[in-house]
T-cell receptor, first 111, second 111 residues
């Protein structure tokens, strides 16, 4: 199956700082999603972004499908941003929508 | 809309016991999925369904069974629980394999 690598694995920030999380994938994709898993374990949809750029408040994401990577930007970090951020993709040959997940970036934001 | 709901939230089983994890969605999605998440890892696909009466295996199906008698419900059955099945289980749904939406998860411990 398609390989998904996320970096960095861990990130520690002070409140107010900006950050960039990266997701590389090994093959062409139909779909790409970014999730935030909060400290209670819930998976929250952030972006559905197979290509292009989207913004939602302090968060934005860019996927460059031809170069097989996606970036998640977090500006003016808040303590509530803490948790694990997952990138997940659906390979281009799939009609089933099966997601392949990376191992995540653990983000800790200190007050 | 409640979205994707899962019950129970937590469960402790003894080795060899059986149980069913319930999953229901009210978005009229055809596609439904079961994933498991082991500590420090991303999610892996157990089983999926593309419509009522149609199910198939994912990446890690051993020890599990599913059924899909209605569009809304997709229960996951563990027949003979083993310690290796200790994990967090997530159910998800999507319309035609597009953006997936996840339930809150079931945390299962097998002792």
């Amino acid at each position: 199956g398609i390989q998904v690598e996320q970096s960095p694995p861990d990130l520690i920030l002070q409140e107010g700082a900006n950050s960039t999380l990266r997701c590389n994938f090994s093959d062409s994709v139909n779909n790409l999603q970014w999730f935030h898993q909060n400290p209670w374990g819930q998976l929250i949809n952030l972006f559905y972004i197979p290509s292009g750029t989207k913004q939602n408040g302090r968060l934005s994401a860019t996927t460059v499908a031809t170069e097989r990577y996606s970036l998640l930007y977090i500006s003016s970090s808040q303590t509530t941003d803490s948790g694990v951020y997952f990138c997940a993709v659906v390979d281009r040959g799939s009609t089933l929508g099966r997601l392949y997940f990376g191992r995540g970036t653990q983000l800790t934001v200190w007050p | 809309n409640a979205g994707v709901t899962q019950t129970p939230k937590f469960r402790i089983l003894k080795i060899g016991q059986s149980m069913t994890l319930q999953c229901t969605q009210d978005m009229n999605h055809n596609y439904m999925y079961w994933y498991r998440q082991d500590p420090g890892m991303g999610l892996k696909l157990i089983y999926y369904s593309v419509g009522a009466g149609i199910t198939d295996k994912g990446e890690v199906p051993n020890g599990y069974n599913v059924s899909r008698s209605t569009t809304e419900d997709f229960p996951l059955r563990l027949e003979l629980a083993a310690p290796s099945q200790t994990s967090v289980y997530f159910c998800a749904s999507s319309a035609q394999g597009n953006e997936q939406f996840f339930g809150p998860g079931t945390r299962l411990t097998v002792l």
